[in-house]
């Protein structure tokens, strides 16, 4: 595709269930970040993909947050036990190469936890 | 840790005016600044990226210039119009290649 696309728009789930949320970047770009947004906060970074590996995840607020990019394309956002306060929208971001380059941002995803 | 600030919060204008975005960082150790536009229910757009060696860059009428020592960029859009309203967000990136946000400026541009 020509940007990057993220997957459901919108996800409304009971708290306790588990979620997943994908995330397909530019096609080509090596780098990938994940990102938390709050009403009226700037992105909050959750962790950054270099290929297939995290190269960072320290922004991961817990081990109930986990993610995969197992081909270096596609990346999974995957949290379990899912709690009001995860609800946020969660913005996915791709750059050509490096991390220091122009970040392409999709469109996010809009959890709600109940 | 790098924390980055955006003066206003909220500015609303009428349409023609030229107007400046602040945005400051506590760490000068930076590699890059990035300016990016966010509309309502949307992802953000980049709009200007500054490399730490540049002072500013131009699109359109656009202009971000960066003083590093400072801790300081600013975002200039000349002659506004009502489709600039958005919300601005500054992005400081270090070492880490993590880059930190601010909380963004919500403009509003009236016709």
């Known amino acids: 595709g020509a940007g990057v696309s993220q997957t459901p728009s919108n996800k409304v789930t009971e708290k306790g269930k588990y979620v997943e949320l994908r995330c397909d970047p530019i096609?080509?770009?090596?780098?990938l970040y994940w990102y938390r947004q709050s009403l009226g906060q700037g992105p909050e970074f959750l962790i950054y993909?270099?290929?297939?590996?995290?190269?960072?995840d320290s922004g991961l607020p817990n081990d109930r947050f986990f993610a995969v990019r197992p081909e270096g394309s596609v990346s999974t956002l995957k949290i379990q036990r899912t709690e009001r306060g995860d609800s946020a929208v969660y913005l996915c971001?791709?750059?050509?190469?490096?991390?220091?380059?122009?970040?392409?941002f999709g469109p996010g995803t809009r959890l709600l936890v109940l | 840790k790098q924390e980055v600030t955006q003066i206003p919060a909220a500015l609303s204008v009428p349409e023609g005016e030229n107007l400046v975005l602040n945005c400051s960082f506590t760490d000068s150790a930076i590699y890059n600044l990035q300016w990016f536009r966010q509309d309502p229910g949307k992802g953000l757009t980049s709009l200007l990226l500054i490399q730490s060696s540049q002072r500013e860059q131009t699109s359109g009428r656009l202009n971000a210039s960066l003083d590093k020592s400072s801790g300081r960029s600013t975002l200039y859009i000349a002659a506004s119009q009502p489709g600039d309203s958005a919300t601005y967000l500054c992005?400081?990136?270090?070492?880490?290649?993590?880059?930190?946000f601010g909380r963004g400026t919500s403009l509003i541009v009236h016709p």
């Open positions: 993909f270099q290929g297939t590996g995290a190269a960072d």
């Open positions: 971001a791709s750059t050509l190469g490096g991390g220091l380059e122009t970040q392409y």
């Open positions: 992005a400081v990136s270090g070492g880490s290649y993590i880059p930190t």
């Open positions: 096609s080509g770009h090596t780098a």
